[in-house]
């Protein structure tokens, strides 16, 4: 998700993690490729096949929004195109050879590493993260490669999750390592990255995130929005916050998503009262 900075503590980096139209360097192992330009209770259309993509018909990340007081973006209608979100997935690593899950944990590669939010002062060492490489379905119905940060204490259980969800064909919109430049960009409102760690505090807070140690991972986060009081994360996303209209990629109560994750003992912030953050899964219980 592509996020805007606010001031936090020392070395806080702030957030938002929306967008998803960043483009990565290319591609040793570990290295994303250049890009080109319930089990799941409702069902993929027939007419997104591997070789029949849904046309694009977003821009993810090319509209700004004006600033609240706060320093969020305008909470405005979410566009039609993103009322029943379906956006093709961009291929920032190989996709896998076939339609068979497959995942890679491995130390984090300096490269990776010099591209996410680590520092030195944030709250985990880098010799304690590891790099997870996994296969996932797009809307476009097609296998991708996704990558995440992982502590290495979570690494196992993540890659048993995401294996579940890609043999009941959940669908992923897009799965990659925060960058930096997306933290200090503009919000958009429209971002749809699902991803793990990111260095940065708890939203309104000035202490450590459960992303800031690799403990928390977000889906899908514009189909499974964040709220609290007015607020609405990512700012866009006001469409998909009647959960009982269900389309592909929701996380729903007693759905897939968060059955898996309480299976390897991960709780979900779509069960907390204020915020109630949806996309939100974590090994720490916040």
Known sequence: ????????????ITFLLVGCSTPAPSAPPGTPAPSAASRTSTPLPTTR??????????????????????????????PPELVNRALPTRDFLPPPPGDTYTSKIVPVPA???????????????????????????????????????????????????????FADRFPLEEMRVTSPEELDAPPTGDGNDTSA???RPVRGETNWSAHAYGL????????????????????????YLDRS??????????????????????????????????????ATGH
């Open 1 to 12: 998700m592509r996020r805007r900075a606010t001031t936090a503590v020392g070395i806080l």
């Open 49 to 78: 096949t591997a070789t029949s993509p849904p046309p694009v018909t977003w821009q993810v990340g090319a509209h700004p929004l004006p600033r609240r007081p706060d320093g969020f973006g305008e909470i405005l209608p979410t």
């Open 111 to 165: 490269d990776v590493l010099a591209r996410s939010t680590w520092q030195a002062a944030c709250p985990v060492k880098s010799t304690d993260l590891r790099y997870v490489t996994l296969s996932f379905w797009g809307f476009d119905g097609r296998a991708h490669t996704g990558e995440l940060l992982v502590n290495r204490t979570g690494a196992q259980a993540v890659v048993t999750v995401f294996g579940k969800l």
């Open 197 to 199: 760690f990111v260095c």
């Open 216 to 239: 928390a991972v977000d889906v899908n986060p514009f189909c499974n929005p964040y709220t609290k009081g007015s607020l609405v994360l990512p700012e866009l996303a006001s469409a």
């Open 245 to 282: 209209r269900v389309r592909p990629g929701m996380v729903v109560a007693g759905g897939p998503v968060v059955r898996d994750f309480a299976a390897v003992g991960w709780s979900w912030g779509g069960a907390w009262t204020s915020p109630v953050d949806r996309m939100h899964f974590t």
